[in-house]
C-alpha cells in the first residue's frame, strides 16, 4: 500500500545513507562527536522551544551547526549545501525531525560503533593459532596452517560482526521498544533499516580484507623461521603477483606466492627463462591451496618456467604429478617449502 510506503519512518534508512555519503555529501555520519553535538542541541530546541516555531528552529540550528563545522573547507561547500537543502525537503514536520534525530542518535552511532569494533585484517584471528600449530607441529605443520588461515580469519571477522550487530540490534529494539510512539510496524521498518545499512558497510570492510590473508602466511612464515626477505627485482614482471622474495647464497633471488588457485588468466602470467635470467630470478615457488584446476598443461607449460608448485600434503593431485616422468620436478609438498628456501640459502 502506498501509505506504508510513505511511512515516515522509512526515512531512517534513507537518512542513514545520507549521512554517510562522501561523494554527494560530506559523510557528517563517519563523525560521531558532531552527530551527538546535533542530535542533542535538536532535542533542546524542541524542548525549550514549547512549539513555538520548533521546527524553524531546529532547521536553522541544524545549518549552523553543519555549516560551521565544514566553514573552513572550501572545497566541500557545494556538498554541505547539497545536503542541508535535501534534508530541508525531507524534513517537512516535527515528526520527520524526530526520525532525523533517532537516526543520529540510535542508528549511525551505534553503526560506526560496531563497524570501528569489527577488524579490518584477519591476521588477529590467525597470527597466535598458526604459530601454535608450528611450535608444536614444526614444518609438519605448515600445510595445515596455510590452508586454515584464510578459514580461521575469515570465521573470526565474521563472528566479531555477529558479536556487534546482536548488540547493536538488541540496544535500538529495547529502545524502540520504550518509546509508546512508535508502533511495531514502524519500529520493524527502522530494525530493517539498521541491519541494511550495517550490511552494507560491513561488506565493504570484509572487501578491505579479502585479497591479503593468503598473501599474509608467506610473511608469516618467514618471520617464525627468520628467514630474511630480499628486494623485489625492479621492473620484474609484475603480473607475476609475487608475494616475498628471498635471495639465496649464489646470489640469485626465489619468489614466493601464495594462492588459493593458479586461475584461467596463467597463461599471461607466464615469463620466460631468459626473462628470469635478466633479472637473476632462479625460481618462483607457488603455494596452493586449492589445486585441483592444475592441469598437466598448467604444471608442465609454468614448470619449465622455473616455476615450483608447493601443494598440500595430502592433495590428490600432488600424488599423482610426484608419481609422473614428466610433472615430478614442478611440483613439492608444503611441508617441504622452509627446507627447499634454507637448503637455497647455505
Known amino acids: 500500500m502506498l501509505i506504508d510506503i510513505q511511512n515516515r519512518w522509512h526515512n531512517a534508512y534513507w537518512f542513514s545513507r545520507m549521512l554517510i555519503n562522501n561523494d554527494k555529501y560530506v559523510a557528517i555520519g563517519k563523525e560521531p562527536k558532531l552527530l551527538s553535538i ?43 549545501q547539497r545536503m542541508l537543502g535535501e534534508l530541508d525537503e525531507e524534513i517537512r514536520t516535527t515528526g520527520d525531525m524526530e526520525v532525523f534525530i533517532l537516526t543520529c542518535e540510535n542508528i549511525m552511532l551505534p553503526l560506526h560503533q560496531a563497524i570501528t569494533t569489527i577488524p579490518s585484517d584477519d591476521k588477529e584471528f590467525t597470527l597466535n593459532i598458526a604459530k601454535s600449530y608450528l611450535d608444536i607441529q614444526g614444518e609438519q605443520g605448515l600445510s595445515t596452517i596455510i590452508s586454515l588461515w584464510d578459514d580461521l580469519g575469515v570465521k573470526g571477522c565474521l563472528t566479531a560482526e555477529r558479536t556487534e550487530i546482536v548488540k547493536a540490534f538488541t540496544t535500538l529494539r529495547l529502545l524502540l521498544i520504550k518509546d509508546h510512539s512508535i508502533n511495531e510496524e514502524e519500529r520493524d521498518i527502522v530494525l530493517t533499516g539498521f541491519i541494511q545499512e550495517f550490511e552494507r558497510r560491513a561488506a565493504q570492510k570484509r572487501k578491505q ?106 592433495s590428490r593431485r600432488l600424488s599423482y604429478a610426484s608419481e609422473h616422468v614428466g610433472l615430478k620436478n614442478y ?16
Request: positive net charge; charged residues 30%.
Open 38 to 80: 546535533i542530535a542533542s542541541s535538536l532535542r533542546l530546541v524542541a524542548k525549550e522551544s514549547k512549539g513555538a516555531n520548533t521546527l524553524k528552529l531546529q532547521k536553522q540550528t541544524l545549518r549552523n551547526i553543519i555549516e560551521e563545522r565544514f566553514r573552513k573547507s572550501s572545497t566541500k561547500s557545494n556538498r554541505v
Open 331 to 346: 611440483v613439492r609438498p608444503i611441508s617441504q617449502l622452509v627446507n627447499d628456501l634454507r637448503s637455497h640459502m647455505k
Open 209 to 314: 580484507r579479502a585479497g591479503g590473508s593468503l598473501e599474509d602466511v608467506t610473511d608469516f612464515i618467514l618471520g617464525y623461521y627468520n628467514i630474511k626477505r630480499a628486494e623485489a627485482p625492479s621492473h620484474f614482471q609484475a603480473d607475476l603477483e609475487v608475494d616475498n622474495w628471498v635471495k639465496g647464497k649464489d646470489g640469485w633471488l626465489i619468489g614466493i606466492s601464495c594462492k588459493r588457485t593458479i586461475r584461467e588468466r596463467w597463461k599471461n602470467v607466464s615469463s620466460s627463462t631468459e626473462v628470469y635470467n635478466r633479472f637473476k630470478v632462479k625460481y618462483i615457488f607457488h603455494v596452493v591451496t586449492f589445486d585441483e584446476d592444475l592441469s598437466d598443461d598448467k604444471l608442465t607449460v609454468l614448470g619449465e618456467q622455473r616455476q615450483v608448485f608447493y601443494l598440500p600434503d595430502n
